[in-house]
């Protein structure tokens, strides 16, 4: 049987028909895929991401701890949380500890004073700072040079201690120090800026930290400065000593006298404490008490192995053996529960 042919607006209305249900069918395939995204996006914010540090305190005691101090044990000169409690248990178990800070404006002696002050056990040797290394390398690199600083007080006077000649005239310098200056301003800029611009000193600076925490949010530290020098000289520093640098590595490695393996770094910067943990060898943990925060974690290349809010969560619950996940002592005998006689 044969049918009529159908009419052109007939054809038509077929045809809007069909596109009709081709769109529905379309924008339901659309919202179920949406949905099928938003499931997934919801599992994967409850699944641990793998490529993140365990969000943990690390399950064991090392046999020896790097720590550093700013935004690390304490803030703006007072202690931080569980930072006092932590140390003193790293000591009863036997572990040795170094102190490490790239802010030049004490001498080893008076941190480990201020630490004294908080609560906290510290030996002068057990603490390293950029003037612990800054002589030394600068006697070897550049024997006999005369140094420009743009510093505060202190770095001069540890120079001057190490028998290293300081002016403050450009063209007698033969290398510019920069460092943690609260007391930068032009004149000093200009002073570095015609020491090497004109006559060729090198720089060196003391660390390459951009700001010191604060409990008010910071301060403009070395790399801020050792910026501003860079950008007017139109020259790179021939050495930022500091974390993450060799030179203290070094000092790092022979005064804490342990097996990389067997030590942990803490500290509060991924791009110096963990980047330096890393150098060295040794187990890294950041804590979220200072500098770093968790969405600059997230945005990070940099990936400690250990991420702790603080200080207070550094430590195993039960007290271990350094280097081991053995308890160091036996479990105190559980008390009987007293009751009073009827």
Same mark, same amino acid.
């Given at each position: ?45 409850? #699944? ?12 064991? *005691? ?17 202690? *931080? ?6 140390? %003193? ?23 480990? /004073? ?16 950029? *003037? ?8 070897? #690199? ?26 403050? /005239? ?45 409990? +008010? ?91 702790? +809010?603080? *200080?207070? +969560? ?18 105190? %005998? #559980? ?8």
């Amino acid at each position: 049987m044969r049918f009529p042919p159908t009419s052109r607006s007939g054809r038509r209305a077929g045809q809007s028909r069909e596109a009709e249900a081709r769109t529905a069918e379309a924008r339901t395939a659309e919202a179920r895929t949406a949905e099928a995204r938003t499931a997934e996006a919801r599992t994967d914010e409850s #699944r641990p991401d793998e490529a993140s540090p365990a969000c943990a305190r690390p399950p064991r *005691l090392f046999s020896g701890y790097v720590l550093d101090l700013d935004g690390t044990v304490y803030l703006g000169g007072e202690a *931080l949380p569980g930072s006092v409690e932590t140390l %003193a248990r790293i000591r009863a178990a036997g572990a040795r500890v170094v102190f490490l800070t790239n802010n030049p404006l004490r001498s080893a002696a008076s941190y480990a /004073e201020l630490l004294r002050g908080i609560g906290v056990q510290a030996a002068d040797h057990e603490i390293v700072t950029p *003037l612990s290394v800054l002589p030394g390398y600068l006697s070897q #690199r550049y024997p006999g040079a005369v140094a420009l600083t743009v510093a505060e007080p202190l770095v001069d006077q540890t120079l001057a201690a190490a028998g290293i000649a300081v002016t403050t /005239e450009p063209s007698l310098a033969d290398v510019v120090v920069v460092s943690f200056d609260r007391t930068f301003d032009y004149t000093k800029l200009l002073r570095a800026f015609r020491a090497v611009r004109k006559h060729g000193a090198a720089i060196v600076a003391t660390n390459p930290d951009p700001f010191c925490p604060t409990p +008010d949010g910071g301060l403009p530290d070395c790399g801020a400065i050792l910026a501003a020098v860079e950008t007017a000289t139109g020259t790179r520093a021939s050495a930022v000593l500091g974390k993450p640098g060799p030179e203290m590595a070094a000092e790092v490695r022979a005064r804490l006298g342990v097996p990389s393996a067997d030590a942990a770094m803490v500290g509060d910067r991924l791009l110096t404490d963990v980047a330096m943990s890393r150098a060295l060898g040794m187990t890294s943990i950041l804590v979220l008490s200072g500098a770093t925060s968790a969405g600059d974690l997230a945005r990070s290349d940099v990936r400690p192995d250990y991420l702790v +809010d603080g *200080l207070g +969560d550094l430590l195993p619950e039960a007290d271990l053996e350094p280097g081991s996940g053995r308890p160091s002592r036996p479990p105190p %005998a #559980r008390p009987q529960a007293h009751r009073s006689p009827p």
